[in-house]
């Protein structure tokens, strides 16, 4: 971008004038480099010195704020150039209409969709893939279809893009059948399956469980000239370790390496995963120090999961070790690794520990749901202390967290073992009028 700006600077010393294409390239440039702040200054600047700019400009600036998450900003500038009559075409509204489906705001994204068509702005098939998307997102899959029979109607022919959310979607619901059906129409029309719908097919048939025909999708792959990618590779180690059939993900991901294809942080976070929950602990370290040094960074789940097995095969204290670890780098805790971690020290024999990290995090603002208190309470009960447990569950009514079914059924319980009847009768009336039984 340097060179890029010093070739600028010389066409402007020999008094010539940059073209709208040249001002083009250059926001282009800093956009896919990130700095989309540093676009929009200098779409001031120019704008500033009197250069003027088109539907081409904006729609750079627009898909560089979505690709950042700054949607909102993006409908802002819509809006402007509106007011400067620079009619937005149909690659502006787009692009806003996906980064919204992206974030589940469907609604506003049909809202766009009928500004456009109001304005004669015609929706195109990327326009439509994108409502689709947005509506297998959030669990409409018949309105998703409703605007595949609209395209059709008005002679948009659905790219293999669209038809593979399709089959991902038709999956998710178990309608195996139908997603076969849209094969065949891609099939049918000439589309040649590309890895994008291989790895839906291959995900679809995990989720459904039908494993054969996952491993048949993947390896004829190849024959059909398709070359697995990074995410169908994780599909397939990610389904294999739901199965519990981790020899056969760890083989995979072997392959990956001498491929020389570099694994993602979905593929590290899944295998990480299946050797956690098959309690394979010992080869984990190694994928950990394997992801520093490719700077792939953990994610809190992969922490969640591997606190999660430390916990139940009673390394404590490296779970301890691990938890500290996580704070101390700055990766935020969700409510899923306090609980995580308490509910396996109370469990280990550990509530004097468990009581230490659940008071330091109630200290430092750590958000504690339902569920973590009842692990509280849970351990308190199992160790005799139920008086303790009564108060916690007073504190636990005060920080807004109301105690639930299981919260009543652990306390009611303990004080019959007890011999506490009067006690337990009184919770468990507590419980009725609260119409939790």
């Not at 709208?20 to 200098?42: P, V």
């Not at 469990?347 to 200290?363: E, H, M, N, P």
């Amino acid at each position: 971008m340097t060179l890029a700006f010093s070739v600028v600077g010389k066409i402007l010393k020999l008094r010539h004038h940059p073209t709208t294409i040249t001002l083009n390239t250059l926001m282009k440039g800093l956009c896919l480099k990130g700095e989309i702040k540093k676009a929009l200054h200098f779409h001031d600047k120019v704008l500033a010195q009197g250069f003027k700019l088109d539907e081409i400009s904006y729609g750079i600036l627009i898909n560089g704020m979505c690709k950042i998450g700054e949607t909102r900003a993006a409908i802002q500038l819509l809006r402007m150039i509106e007011g400067r009559s620079i009619k937005p075409n149909v690659i502006v509204y787009s692009i806003i209409i996906d980064s919204l489906c992206k974030d589940n705001l469907v609604n506003e994204a049909c809202d766009l969709y009928s500004e456009m068509v109001v304005r004669r702005i015609f929706p195109d098939v990327v326009t439509y893939t994108s409502l689709m998307r947005g509506f297998c997102i959030i669990d409409q899959l018949n309105k998703a279809i409703g605007l595949l029979n609209d395209m059709v109607l008005k002679n948009i022919n659905p790219d293999i893009y669209t038809y593979g959310i399709l089959i991902d979607a038709l999956f998710k619901e178990g309608k195996v059948k139908e997603a076969r059906n849209v094969l065949a129409v891609i099939v049918k029309t000439c589309f040649k399956p590309d890895v994008i719908v291989c790895s839906a097919l291959i995900d679809g048939y995990f989720l459904v469980n039908e494993v054969k025909n996952a491993k048949h999708v993947f390896y004829t792959m190849t024959q059909m000239g398709i070359s697995p990618d990074v995410q169908c590779y994780s599909i397939m180690i990610h389904g294999l370790c739901k199965i519990k059939r981790v020899d056969d993900a760890m083989n995979l991901f072997k392959e990956m390496h001498h491929k020389n294809m570099a694994p993602d942080t979905v593929t590290y976070t899944s295998l990480i995963d299946g050797l956690c929950k098959s309690g394979r602990i010992s080869y984990v370290w190694g994928l950990i120090d394997e992801m520093h040094d490719t700077g792939q960074s953990l994610d809190v789940i992969t922490y969640n999961n591997l606190i999660d097995a430390l916990c139940k095969n009673r390394h404590l204290d490296k779970a301890i070790e691990l938890f500290n670890k996580m704070k101390n780098q700055g990766i935020r805790l969700n409510v899923y690794t306090s609980t995580i971690l308490l509910d396996g020290l109370c469990k280990g024999g550990k509530l004097k520990i468990a009581q230490q990290v659940f008071r330091d995090l109630l200290t430092k603002g750590y958000c504690l749901n339902a569920h973590t208190y009842t692990v509280m309470i849970d351990g308190l009960c199992k160790e005799g202390s139920l008086d303790e447990a009564l108060v916690l569950r007073s504190n636990m009514e005060d920080s807004g967290c109301m105690p639930d079914a299981v919260t009543f059924e652990i306390m009611i319980r303990a004080f019959f073992e007890e011999d506490e009847n009067d006690k337990a009768e009184k919770l468990f009336r507590e419980m009725i009028a609260r119409g939790l039984l």
